[in-house]
């Protein structure tokens, strides 16, 4: 519903829309929509659900202004506390090569169009996104940011890693319950490469190291805050007892060889 909205204010007042969500600088209304998509994952991602939802909820019940509440959550919670910046998403950010503390933008966007291709895209039904966030946006601003030829070659990728069939082994694969790129990690234990989830409502991105919420850090990832510090505190026992196991095994190793 924040999407149509969105999309309707965007057709009648172009920058008075953007500028509610602090993002004029965004030329390219499909960059902002991908904002606007991003800017709603944060809070669930890193831990903050209730930031999010409780607002929208209130928002829905009292007949407010879905959009005013939408933005005044990405105002004062996504830039000022998170630090999201509308600049992460701007392509003439992107297209800047010098080294920067915010290089990082452009390194993921690299990554993404030349090796996995995580095109997060709009499904059919039931999107929380803008559907013009679709395959051709993404092959658009790949070929806006890097040059025309860039592709992600996403077969050489697996065929170098493995795919599904993981061409590694000892490696504990961890992720917090609510983190929506869970799904893009393994999730079935086998024997050398084991997979755990930790389970709880504010359990997000690397919340087996940095506690709950993940977003402001918490100094020494301290898992009181997550709604069942248990959860945490046992899959970050299960983690020491691995490495632990196959450190030992390498020191055996190491030993018969001497």
């Not at 057709?11 to 960059?31: G, I, R, S």
Request: hydrophobic letters at 35%; proline letters at 4%; a negative charge.
């Amino acid at each position: 519903e924040i999407n149509k909205l969105v999309e309707l204010g965007l057709k009648v007042n172009n920058k008075a829309m953007k500028a509610l969500f602090n993002a004029t600088e965004l030329d390219v209304d499909a960059d902002f929509l991908y904002l606007i998509a991003d800017a709603q994952v944060v809070a669930v991602q890193y831990g903050n659900p209730d930031k999010l939802c409780v607002p929208l909820v209130e928002a829905k019940k009292n007949g407010s202004d879905l959009v005013e509440a939408y933005a005044k959550y990405v105002r004062e919670y996504c830039v000022e506390v998170f630090g999201l910046s509308s600049k992460t998403y701007s392509r003439k950010h992107l297209l800047d090569t010098r080294i920067t503390p915010e290089s990082a933008d452009r390194l993921w966007w690299f990554q993404t169009c030349t090796e996995v291709a995580y095109f997060q895209v709009a499904p059919a039904n039931d999107s929380i996104r803008s559907h013009q966030i679709n395959t051709e946006y993404h092959l658009d601003l790949c070929k806006s940011v890097f040059g025309k030829g860039v592709y992600p070659e996403v077969d050489a990728t697996n065929l170098y890693y493995g795919g599904d069939k993981i061409a590694a082994t000892k490696i504990v694969f961890t992720n917090g319950s609510q983190d929506p790129w869970r799904h893009a990690s393994k999730q079935t234990s086998s024997p050398d490469l084991p997979s755990y989830i930790v389970n709880c409502h504010n359990c997000g991105h690397g919340s087996d190291l940095r506690g709950c919420p993940q977003s402001p850090m918490i100094i020494e990832g301290d898992s009181k805050n997550c709604s069942s510090p248990d959860a945490v505190n046992k899959v970050r026992q299960h983690i020491i007892e691995h490495i632990d196991l196959w450190l030992s095994e390498c020191r055996g190793v190491l030993r018969s060889s001497m």
